[in-house]
């Protein structure tokens, strides 16, 4: 499974992205995606995740009601809609996809978010 994210930039607080995460290769295999985020001097950490077939949808408390998280499995593609940035949402966020028990964990190179101030 190959991941690609696009959709970063610079933004200014209070404005919005979308990020995408383009998925190719055995994407059948694929049960949760998600994205996570890392802030320079910072672990990486969990913004959103979803399962195969969209039904359900978890959050980092951080993003709870500014970021949505969806898919297009006819596209491959997972987005995540940024609301109401702020400038702690700076990081490079990753796209991720897990294969389950036994299964592989993929990720992508990551896409660069800056909220300015």
């Known amino acids: 499974v190959q991941l690609v994210e696009s959709g970063g930039g610079l933004v200014q607080a209070g404005g919005s992205l979308r990020l995408s995460c383009a998925a190719s290769?055995?994407?059948?295999?694929?049960?949760?995606m998600g994205w996570y985020r890392q802030a320079p001097g910072k672990w990486r950490e969990l913004v959103a995740t979803?399962?195969?077939?969209?039904?359900?949808?978890n959050y980092a408390d951080s993003v709870k009601g500014r970021f949505t998280i969806s898919r297009d499995n006819a596209k491959n593609t997972m987005y995540l809609q940024m609301n109401s940035l702020k400038a702690e949402d700076t990081a490079v966020y990753y796209c991720?996809?897990?294969?389950?028990?036994?299964?592989?964990?993929?990720w992508g190179k990551g896409t660069l978010v800056t909220v300015s101030s």
């Open positions: 979803i399962t195969s077939g969209g039904g359900s949808t």
């Open positions: 991720n996809a897990d294969q389950g028990i036994g299964g592989m964990d993929y």
């Open positions: 290769g055995s994407t059948f295999s694929i049960n949760v």
